[in-house]
């Protein structure tokens, strides 16, 4: 959403005090662990940076947690934690507990 909206990076610039890039590279890290997640583990092609992605996922949603604590946002902290734990699930169970074999 902060890759593609407009009124997201505004939102950002105004309340957050936030650079146009960074905001812009938190959009590009979002997009880049989503397809990570998916797209390696789809293909079978790398399927071991499903997990990577995964770990990338979870330091974005740590950071973005301790920016929500920083600011007092206690109320944007559950879909971060939420996210989070998934992301450090799907890194737990394809690098170690299941791990999809390659082609």
């Known amino acids: 959403m902060k890759l593609f909206s407009p009124a997201a ?3 950002a610039k105004q309340q957050l005090n936030m ?6 590279f938190i959009g590009v890290s979002e997009l ?3 397809l990570g997640m998916i797209l390696p583990a ?7 940076l499903t997990g990577f992605a995964g770990i990338g996922l979870l330091v974005v949603m ?8 920083m600011r007092g946002e206690l109320s944007h902290m559950p879909p971060v934690i939420i996210l ?12 170690s507990k299941a791990p999809t074999a390659p082609r």
Request: no cysteine.
């Open 32 to 34: 880049a662990g989503a």
């Open 62 to 69: 740590i950071l973005a947690l301790g920016v929500h604590i």
């Open 42 to 48: 789809a293909t079978r092609i790398q399927p071991k």
């Open 19 to 24: 650079p146009y890039a960074l905001t812009y």
């Open 84 to 95: 989070g734990a998934l992301s450090a699930f799907v890194a737990w169970g394809r690098l």
């Open 9 to 11: 990076v505004e939102m």
